[in-house]
């Protein structure tokens, strides 16, 4: 089926669960969010320049019964020339079931690290940082299982994340994959602080351990730190930041990665806002032949410039400076811009900070 024509399925789901939500006096809830994306330079010169959709989603959520919660997103979207249409999520959620708690079963993006858990049409910048894109996936991680966060009853908020996996596909994987030696298993202590002038910030510690058929064992140890200052409805002050930790074991060799980046974002006004993303990635077990350490961190800087007319529609125009390094050998700089639309039509389900 061509790209086109998965569109065109995608908002004939959408007029259809429309009606059902008409007709059962909107306890059927859906939403569906398009993200077009134009990428211009040398990394692109094959594109031809052009732009076109890069993701379609619809997102259906209803309670099941008196207990559950269903949630269900399909995506048609296009990877590095490919085109897919696909289950991105199905899975029923409760925080009714045990106290404190929620509970999701299902198909989801795993809750490690900040990225992780928003779609990337709500990301507040364009593309991954490369630390994401390294570690995880373009989008990010997903897979089938069951997840528990618990929040603990203290009078500061204190929230534990811990979830347990197939393990049969890792970031956003098209394919099944082959099946795992051992479960994917991830886990996130997160908590919150208020700060001066009306801000807060949202901060937590992240760790996933994964081995894969054959045998390749991968750990990840992250933080991240998101804060917020608001004046009325205005968002004046935006800072997110993360930085991971890799160790990835063959049954013969074993590396050391470290990637990171810290996106600071200023509001001019409601609906326009400046930012700039720096970010790193390298490989710290990266040696030549006489053993001595090579050089090799990759740096990228990123201005976005934001306008926001509501929750529903962005316009957003990046320019990306990327300075790439071969071992041992000078920077070489990479530049390109790219030029994003996003809009969401329907009840979007609400995010946490």
């Not at 910048?125 to 989008?139: C, G, H, L």
């Not at 926001?308 to 300075?323: G, L, P, Q």
């Amino acid at each position: 089926m061509k790209y086109s024509n998965r569109l065109f399925l995608l908002f004939g789901i959408a007029l259809w669960t429309g009606s059902v939500q008409a007709q059962s006096n909107g306890s059927l809830q859906s939403a569906v969010s398009l993200d077009l994306l134009g990428q211009f330079g040398e990394p692109f010169e094959s594109q031809g320049g052009k732009v076109e959709p890069r993701e379609a989603e619809i997102i259906l959520f209803a309670p099941v019964d008196s207990l559950w919660d269903g949630f269900l997103n399909l995506a048609a979207h296009q990877e590095q020339g490919q085109a897919y249409f696909e289950i991105h999520e199905a899975y029923l959620s409760s925080s009714r079931w045990l106290p404190h708690s929620q509970v999701r079963i299902g198909q989801y993006f795993l809750q490690v690290g900040r990225l992780n858990q928003f779609h990337r049409h709500d990301w507040p910048f364009i593309s991954a940082p490369m630390v994401q894109r390294s570690f995880f996936d373009n989008e990010g991680a997903n897979d089938s299982g069951v997840e528990w966060s618990f929040l603990f009853p203290t009078d500061h908020y204190l929230n534990l994340t811990i979830g347990i996996t197939s393990g049969w596909r890792f970031g956003h994987s098209h394919s099944l994959g082959e099946k795992p030696n051992v479960p994917t298993t991830y886990a996130r202590l997160s908590s919150y602080s208020d700060l001066w002038s009306n801000g807060g910030t949202q901060y937590g510690l992240n760790t996933l351990i994964r081995e894969d058929a054959s045998g390749n064992q991968t750990t990840l140890l992250g933080a991240d730190l998101t804060a917020k200052w608001r004046s009325g409805r205005t968002l004046d002050w935006l800072i997110q930041g993360e930085i991971w930790a890799k160790s990835f074991s063959t049954p013969s060799s074993s590396e050391w990665s470290l990637g990171s980046y810290l996106f600071t974002q200023y509001g001019v006004s409601q609906q326009v806002h400046l930012g700039l993303r720096l970010e790193s990635l390298g490989n710290l077990s990266l040696k030549d032949a006489f053993g001595t350490p090579l050089a090799n961190t990759e740096y990228a800087i990123v201005p976005t410039l934001t306008y926001k007319y509501s929750e529903f529609s962005t316009f957003r125009a990046a320019y990306s400076m990327v300075f790439e390094r071969d071992p041992g050998e000078k920077f070489q700089p990479r530049q390109f811009l790219e030029l994003q639309s996003t809009f969401i039509i329907g009840a979007h389900p609400a995010h946490d900070f």
